[in-house]
């Protein structure tokens, strides 16, 4: 098993709320990302960060935003949950690329509920 | 434009049987590809990747997977398939931007 964490695992929030799902790896990885996943379904890249004070945006649109303050933690904020939001986050990390090791390492995951 | 494509959504096997899912990938320049494992409820597990050398690569858990760069594929076997091997498997592959790419995913199912 990686040492990458996420909390919550599971997370049932009423519409407008403001919530943040927390990543933190303990490995040194400079690349973090953040995917979205319905369940069952095909993953879907909406933020990666290249190390700290980098963000990127993926390739599904997202009105989530995250940070990268330090090397080991990557949040991702929700400013007002709505139903769309419901799915899975997944957290995942990698080396960077100079090392040749580009395997991505994955957190268990948030199943967020927004009813 | 690049991409990785898995044909079949789901790939039934009789327990002790051989088991494939395929992947195909069209990717620039020399092709990095990986496969991933998800079990219920939790996040992906890396099982094996090519990146160079040898076309077969065994991995995690008795997988292995063949590279065929004729056919630009890398298809995930296993000799005797397992009921604790059921689960969602996905390919990916890097592309030029070392970001991976990844497959829709297919539903692996082992019946007793």
């Known amino acids: 098993e990686a040492d990458i964490y996420q909390t919550p695992r599971y997370l049932v929030i009423g519409t407008g709320k403001k919530i943040t799902l927390e990543c933190s790896q303990t490995?040194?990885?400079?690349?973090m990302y953040w995917y979205q996943q319905d369940p069952g379904m095909e993953l879907h890249l909406i933020h990666y960060?290249?190390?700290?004070?980098?963000?990127e945006k993926g390739d599904l649109s997202s009105e989530s935003t995250v940070s990268r303050i330090r090397t080991e933690h990557f949040p991702l904020t929700l400013e007002s949950a709505r139903p769309s939001h419901t799915s899975q986050y997944l957290c995942?990390?990698?080396?960077?690329?100079?090392?040749?090791?580009?395997?991505?390492?994955f957190g268990p995951g948030t199943r967020l509920t927004v009813t | 434009a690049q991409s990785v494509a898995q044909p079949e959504d789901q790939v039934n096997v009789a327990e002790g049987n051989p088991l494939t899912v395929k992947c195909t990938y069209s990717?620039?320049?020399?092709?990095?590809l990986f496969w991933y494992v998800q079990y219920p409820n939790r996040g992906l597990q890396f099982l094996l990747k090519?990146?160079?050398?040898d076309n077969l690569v065994k991995g995690s858990y008795g997988f292995e997977a063949e590279f065929n760069k004729s056919q630009t594929s890398f298809h995930l076997k296993k000799p005797s398939a397992l009921v604790s091997d059921s689960a969602l498997y996905f390919c990916?592959?890097?592309?030029?931007?070392?970001?991976?790419?990844w497959g829709a995913g297919t539903k692996l199912i082992i019946k007793p």
């Open positions: 995942a990390s990698s080396e960077e690329r100079g090392t040749g090791l580009y395997e991505q390492y």
């Open positions: 490995m040194g990885h400079d690349k």
């Open positions: 960060s290249y190390g700290v004070n980098s963000t």
């Open positions: 990717v620039s320049g020399n092709p990095y």
């Open positions: 090519y990146i160079t050398g």
């Open positions: 990916a592959g890097l592309d030029s931007n070392y970001q991976l790419i």
